[in-house]
């Protein structure tokens, strides 16, 4: 997982603290925000598609500090098409990256980021989500299952990810591709170390239809295409209000992504994406993302969080991609769901 990352980051960092202003986890926080309204503006390269709580987050961090965001927000693939093509064209633009943390990883050993010199704020991380000195956890995205509640009888509605197999949901079930990059990778990744490739074999047999595009194939299962989508992001539950549908949170638990923010190789604008990092670990954004449904990676929270979201807060988190591993998964999902 993605303790595999941690353990190659010390082998990097020699590689770039020559090159770099050091800043302490003392620093002065009020010399940061003084450099970093200096330069007066960041760009923030991410993938997280146009959630409207994120453009929240970045307009408090405006709000708050002056400092314009420039914003490019595409696929995970286009993103490291972006880095790719920009880094070695010598074209340095973006100053942030935020992306899953496999993702994240593979940006790392291509050499596209640099460390961050210090968070402030990265203090407030949970044990169990730490830093490194170039990667620094944002949030976590948590996957279930999305029901109709027009079709599906409560008594019907799957609890487990194996009750999928069920053959009354053959040919009914609407899923993300899991042959690419994306949500539906991350689910069969999670599954496959949990359960088995028997598990994905009998998936198959239950003939899903593959989609790629989220947003209208929630809405299908609304409407009644179908009676089922998987995997479901809780935070895109808040988008689907009032609609026939629901979310189920499966015993096991979820299968998740870890969104990750880093600083990018000669980041033109170093200090004020060292206060934009900062910033999203402040309780300002972690009860945005909180109270969007996302899980924060923070120890604790100093302020409210709804009631309908405290479930996901707490929900148990049963598995994520792994970067070593990426590939053969998704070789190993095209085999499987021909």
Same mark, same amino acid.
């Given at each position: 997982?993605?303790?595999?990352?941690?353990?190659?980051?010390?082998?990097?960092?020699?590689?770039?603290?020559?090159?770099?202003?050091?800043?302490?986890? =003392?620093?002065?926080?009020?010399?940061?925000?003084?450099?970093?309204?200096?330069?007066?503006?960041?760009?923030l390269y991410?993938?997280?598609?146009?959630?409207?709580?994120?453009?929240?987050?970045?307009?408090?961090?405006?709000?708050?500090?002056?400092?314009?965001?420039?914003?490019?927000?595409?696929?995970?693939?286009?993103?490291?098409?972006?880095?790719?093509?920009?880094?070695?064209?010598?074209?340095?633009?973006?100053?942030?990256?935020?992306?899953?943390?496999? &993702?994240?990883?593979?940006?790392?050993?291509?050499?596209?980021?640099?460390? +961050?010199?210090? @968070?402030?704020?990265?203090?407030?991380?949970?044990?169990?989500?730490?830093? &490194?000195?170039?990667?620094?956890?944002s949030y976590? #995205?948590?996957?279930?299952?999305?029901?109709?509640?027009?079709?599906?009888?409560?008594?019907? =509605?799957?609890?487990?990810?194996?009750?999928?197999?069920?053959?009354?949901?053959?040919?009914? @079930?609407?899923? !993300?591709?899991?042959?690419?990059?994306?949500?539906?990778?991350?689910?069969?990744?999670?599954?496959?170390?949990?359960?088995?490739?028997?598990? +994905?074999?009998?998936?198959?047999?239950?003939?899903?239809?593959?989609?790629? !595009?989220?947003?209208?194939?929630?809405?299908?299962?609304?409407?009644?295409?179908?009676?089922?989508?998987?995997?479901?992001?809780?935070?895109?539950?808040?988008? #689907?209000?009032?609609?026939?549908?629901?979310?189920?949170?499966?015993?096991?638990?979820?299968?998740?992504?870890?969104?990750?923010?880093?600083?990018?190789?000669?980041?033109? +604008?170093?200090?004020?994406?060292?206060?934009?990092?900062?910033?999203?670990?402040?309780?300002?954004v972690q009860?945005?993302?909180?109270?969007?449904?996302?899980?924060?990676?923070?120890?604790?929270?100093?302020?409210?969080?709804?009631?309908?979201?405290?479930?996901?807060?707490?929900?148990? #988190?049963?598995?994520?991609?792994?970067? !070593?591993?990426?590939?053969?998964?998704?070789?190993?999902?095209?085999?499987?769901?021909?």
């Amino acid at each position: 997982m993605f303790r595999v990352a941690l353990h190659f980051t010390t082998t990097v960092i020699a590689c770039f603290v020559a090159a770099s202003v050091a800043w302490s986890l =003392e620093a002065d926080d009020a010399a940061l925000v003084a450099a970093a309204k200096g330069e007066g503006k960041l760009t923030l390269y991410t993938s997280f598609l146009g959630a409207p709580f994120h453009m929240s987050a970045i307009k408090s961090f405006e709000k708050k500090y002056g400092i314009a965001v420039e914003l490019l927000d595409v696929r995970a693939s286009e993103l490291r098409e972006r880095l790719r093509t920009e880094q070695a064209a010598g074209r340095f633009i973006g100053d942030v990256v935020q992306t899953g943390a496999a &993702t994240m990883v593979r940006s790392l050993r291509d050499g596209e980021l640099q460390p +961050h010199g210090g @968070i402030p704020n990265a203090r407030r991380l949970s044990p169990r989500q730490p830093a &490194t000195d170039v990667i620094v956890p944002s949030y976590i #995205l948590a996957y279930g299952i999305l029901v109709n509640t027009m079709q599906v009888k409560p008594a019907d =509605e799957p609890q487990s990810w194996k009750d999928l197999l069920d053959q009354r949901w053959k040919g009914k @079930i609407q899923s !993300d591709d899991m042959r690419a990059l994306g949500g539906g990778q991350v689910m069969f990744s999670v599954l496959e170390d949990a359960f088995g490739r028997d598990y +994905h074999e009998k998936l198959a047999a239950q003939q899903p239809i593959f989609s790629r !595009d989220v947003g209208n194939d929630e809405r299908r299962v609304a409407r009644g295409e179908y009676p089922l989508r998987v995997p479901q992001l809780f935070s895109n539950m808040a988008m #689907l209000k009032g609609l026939p549908v629901k979310f189920v949170l499966p015993q096991e638990g979820v299968p998740y992504i870890r969104f990750d923010m880093a600083l990018l190789r000669n980041a033109p +604008h170093r200090n004020a994406a060292r206060l934009f990092i900062n910033h999203y670990l402040s309780d300002e954004v972690q009860l945005i993302y909180a109270n969007a449904g996302l899980i924060p990676v923070v120890d604790k929270l100093d302020g409210p969080v709804k009631e309908e979201m405290k479930t996901m807060t707490n929900a148990k #988190l049963l598995g994520t991609t792994d970067v !070593d591993t990426q590939d053969a998964m998704m070789a190993l999902a095209k085999d499987i769901y021909k």
